[in-house]
């Protein structure tokens, strides 16, 4: 019996420290982030999430070269289907200006789109602690993170977010 007790302690203390590990909002090292917009120019995060206030924002973090990235596009696109009303923000770690557009095209990647300049492992990708692509976050109405990390698509997670927000 005490070590059913024992395990269940365990269990609950994990949950809350991974809980409490998961940010409500973006430090200021992502916010500060310039990446670039389609037209060539700077922008920083913070200012991307402006433009977006008040409505719920999916982030795909993605790149061109990526297999998993391009095997769940059909994904984001049924995503996109079910949840019309929310922005959809695809920010691009390909290495170049032109291989990011070439995606976006040749993939048919419908959205708001954005390079990072330094790639998945540079200062954003620190910032969000990147450690695969695709990655997926969702941001409320508000501007906090509703969800810091989902790898799918159609992770059950990312679709009870978005429902919730509704």
């Known amino acids: 019996m005490k ?12 949950i809350a420290c991974t ?3 998961t940010p409500k909002e973006f430090s200021k ?5 310039k990446m670039v917009s389609l037209d060539g120019q700077e922008i920083t995060f913070k200012d991307v999430l402006k433009k977006y206030k008040g409505k719920t924002v999916v982030i795909d973090v993605w790149a061109s070269w990526c297999p998993d990235c391009i095997k769940g596009m059909p994904k984001v696109v049924n995503l996109q289907k079910e949840f019309t009303d ?7 770690a390909d ?17 708001e789109h954005y390079l990072l300049t ?3 492992k540079g200062a954003f990708g620190k910032s969000i ?6 990655r997926y976050m969702v941001v409320d109405k508000k501007g906090k993170i509703a969800l810091f990390k ?13 429902k919730t927000l509704k």
């Open 150 to 162: 989902a790898i799918e698509a159609d992770d059950e997670n990312l679709i009870t977010t978005l």
């Open 95 to 111: 290495k170049t200006p032109e291989a990011w557009k070439k995606g976006i095209e040749k993939y048919n990647v419908n959205g």
């Open 19 to 21: 809980n409490a590990q």
């Open 118 to 120: 330094d790639g998945m």
């Open 129 to 134: 602690k990147l450690d695969w692509i695709p």
């Open 86 to 92: 929310v922005v959809y923000l695809f920010i691009s």
């Open 3 to 14: 070590n059913i007790v024992a395990m269940a302690l365990m269990l609950v203390l994990s």
């Open 29 to 33: 090292e992502s916010l500060d982030y």
